[in-house]
């Protein structure tokens, strides 16, 4: 076992508490957080693998306002009248 229950999670553990799938966890693995293998389980550390969440989903979350257009001017007034 590792040393830290609360540092070091399972992944099936990491999956739950975050609400990803197995692939998804997979895809943080390789995209370089550290995982590491006992017996057969494999675990990662939580504050590595929840910076990497929350990069992703700010990332996510730019991807989807930027893709907004751009709000027209309103033209109902003409410039300098008040």
């Known amino acids: 076992m590792l040393p830290d229950d609360e540092e ?4 099936e553990r990491a999956c739950r508490h975050i ?3 197995a692939r998804t966890f ?3 693995i390789d995209a370089g957080v550290l995982a ?3 017996n057969g389980t494999v675990y ?3 504050g590595p693998f929840l910076a990497e969440y929350r990069r992703r989903l700010v990332a996510r979350r730019d ?3 930027k893709s907004q257009p751009p709000e027209e001017p309103d033209d109902s ?6």
């Open 36 to 38: 590491v293998k006992v």
């Open 63 to 65: 991807s989807r306002f």
């Open 26 to 28: 997979n895809r943080y």
């Open 44 to 46: 990662v550390q939580r």
């Open 19 to 21: 609400g990803i799938t």
């Open 77 to 82: 007034q003409p410039l300098g009248s008040a």
């Open 8 to 11: 070091w999670w399972t992944k």
